[in-house]
């Protein structure tokens, strides 16, 4: 079934139901970022496959909101379909609320599956709505109807997160949890998100790709704890340690029932990430509070265990790091996009505690690079040679840690406008990298700290500077976050983030450098508490590309004192005598010929 027939039968159905303008979000009931394909409706009525955005149906409409990392992928993907791009996160855009307040009439009917949207979300939506007098419903999934060949989710065991890497046991978190939700005056917690849910119970499985989560939901409150899953993902010795731990185990599609049993509680709901349809389902009988989730509080900042494990995990990722570019800048084989992503994923492999790739690699040569999120596929796939940069954006799910880092490089000779533009994304990266900030300091606050370089020469990028990574979990997590937009969480001690800005000229290239920092005490003093940051990620930044000229003294320390201690750590751990004698030579003083 083509594109244009999907939108057909969905207007017929919309027609039958009598709705004026169908949402489809694309996510699933966990609002997950990787989601499974039963649940990648975006993805089936648009052809779109980027992780974030809105499809609008009306009778002779079909709008596509996404933001800046895909406007170029959008653009590409959407061709020869009637589906129109609609640019958020850039001046004078026309947000989704806006077109529909002004487009419908009143009277007119709004719809979507109200499981697939955040209850914050919603509430939003249908506030700007119902004063426009258009009604909201949030009853209906309407895709199921005309998916006919739509894809059952595989029954993959879950296995547990060994108590070695997890570091506390599942009665250890319950019972901190617990002792928080008493601290709150709270009886319960409603537990929706993933990651939250796979931290808390240690278990982990591969039914998503690149993240190692278990589609289930949980509940817990002082006396009990129930977990909601398909019994068939339980394995007879889990289900009795489940069994053994009081933990409740009910079948996945029967927990909307088990909601409706709870009444008369006091119970954490996180609105940004619980789904409309289970938020609105507890609302009826109990006292809900909106704060943060905790679990998605606690698991956000790695204790001791958490983080000697982390950089375990960070020095593997990057002596396979290491070994990938050295074969990169030395062999003499064809190269494409595709073929780089299958050899860096080859390396990893070979990593002791390795799980798979944390995201799709994003391996851009030329003006694929200047893609933000591109994926390689054996359509798109183009050939790499020495006449533009090469950017590789990858990650690995290891047991002891989860891993995200980019390098952009030049197999030839770059220009010296690439390495002006090298040299101002390096900057900006070491400002952000040397910031020392204090106690309770928000994200949003730093994001300007390494946009600074680049907005002294007039240059920018449309993504955020960091995101929270997890732990053995989703590559990207919350609460925090380091970019322009507002979010309350203040950066603490213990919370891990990427470090990644970028230059990208469309369709020329692309540049960003990317690595993981661990949020640290820097020193206290009359003035309070400073926090400052450690970067974690191992992997020589492309000295070929360098600008002595534009650095500044501090900036050169730095540079000098990060491949001191690449060079001390990964030495050692590489194997290859002539691996060991190309990591010398990029990880010399940069004064150094």
């Not at 009277?107 to 119902?130: C, P, R």
């Not at 609105?280 to 265990?305: E, G, P, R």
């Not at 690699?361 to 030329?366: D, Q, T």
């Not at 534009?550 to 990060?562: A, C, P, V």
Request: with cysteine.
């Amino acid at each position: 079934m083509e594109i244009a027939e999907r939108i057909a039968r969905l207007r017929a159905l919309m027609r039958k139901n009598k709705i004026d303008a169908y949402l489809i979000t694309g996510t699933d009931p966990h609002l997950s970022e990787y989601t499974p394909n039963y649940w990648k409706t975006r993805e089936w009525i648009s052809g779109f496959t980027g992780s974030y955005g809105k499809v609008l149906v009306t009778s002779d409409k079909v709008l596509l909101w996404t933001d800046t990392r895909y406007f170029s992928q959008a653009l590409e993907q959407l061709k020869g379909t009637e589906i129109e791009l609609m640019k958020e996160r850039v001046p004078d855009a026309i947000s989704l609320e806006l077109w529909l307040t002004t487009n419908l009439k009143q009277g007119n009917v709004f719809a979507l599956d109200g499981s697939t949207i955040s209850a914050f979300d919603a509430s939003f939506l249908s506030s700007k709505l119902t004063a426009k007098g258009i009604l909201f419903d949030a009853t209906f999934d309407l895709v199921d109807s005309i998916w006919k060949d739509r894809i059952l989710n595989d029954i993959i065991q879950v296995y547990e997160h060994p108590l070695e890497f997890a570091g506390k046991s599942r009665q250890e978190k319950i019972a901190l949890i617990r002792q928080r939700l008493i601290a709150m005056e709270l009886d319960a917690i409603v537990i929706t998100m993933l990651d939250d849910l796979a931290w808390i119970f240690n278990i982990r499985s591969n039914e998503i790709e690149f993240t190692p989560l278990v589609t289930a939901f949980g509940y817990i409150d002082q006396d009990s704890i129930c977990l909601a899953i398909q019994p068939e993902k339980i394995g007879d010795s889990l289900y009795s340690s489940f069994e053994m731990e009081g933990i409740k185990i009910i079948s996945y599609d029967k927990f909307p029932t088990f909601l409706m049993g709870i009444q008369n509680k006091r119970i954490q709901s996180d609105p940004i990430r619980t789904n409309y349809r289970i938020r609105n389902n507890l609302s009826q009988f109990n006292y809900l509070d909106s704060s943060t989730s905790l679990i998605t509080q606690v698991k956000a900042i790695k204790d001791n265990h958490e983080i000697e494990n982390i950089r375990k995990a960070h020095r593997k990722d990057g002596v396979a790091m290491v070994e990938f570019l050295y074969w990169l800048t030395t062999c003499d084989r064809n190269l494409t996009e595709v073929s780089v992503g299958r050899k860096l994923q080859e390396f990893r492999s070979q990593q002791p505690f390795f799980m798979g790739e944390s995201f799709h690699p994003i391996i851009g040569f030329g003006a694929h690079g200047a893609i933000v999120h591109y994926h390689s596929t054996d359509q798109t796939d183009a050939a790499i040679g020495p006449e533009n940069l090469l950017l590789i954006d990858s990650g690995g799910q290891y047991l002891d840690g989860t891993t995200d880092i980019t390098r952009t490089i030049c197999l030839g000779s770059a220009s010296q406008k690439q390495k002006k533009d090298f040299t101002i994304c390096l900057k900006a990266h070491i400002s952000l990298a040397n910031a020392i900030f204090p106690k309770n300091t928000r994200g949003y606050s730093l994001d300007p700290i390494a946009r600074k370089p680049l907005w002294d020469n007039e240059l920018n990028y449309g993504h955020g500077t960091g995101h929270g990574i997890g732990y053995f979990l989703s590559v990207h997590e919350g609460p925090m976050s380091i970019r322009a937009e507002y979010n309350p969480e203040p950066i603490q001690v213990g919370h891990v983030l990427s470090n990644e800005p970028g230059i990208y000229r469309e369709g020329e290239y692309g540049i960003r450098i990317e690595n993981i920092i661990l949020c640290i005490n820097h020193s206290s003093g009359v003035f309070g508490e400073f926090l400052g940051f450690e970067t974690i990620s191992l992997c020589p930044i492309a000295r070929n590309l360098i600008r002595l000229e534009l650095l500044d003294s501090t900036e050169i320390e730095w540079i000098n004192r990060y491949h001191e201690k690449v060079l001390h750590i990964l030495s050692p751990l590489v194997k290859s005598p002539k691996v060991v004698e190309w990591l010398k030579i990029q990880c010399k003083p940069l004064h150094e010929k």
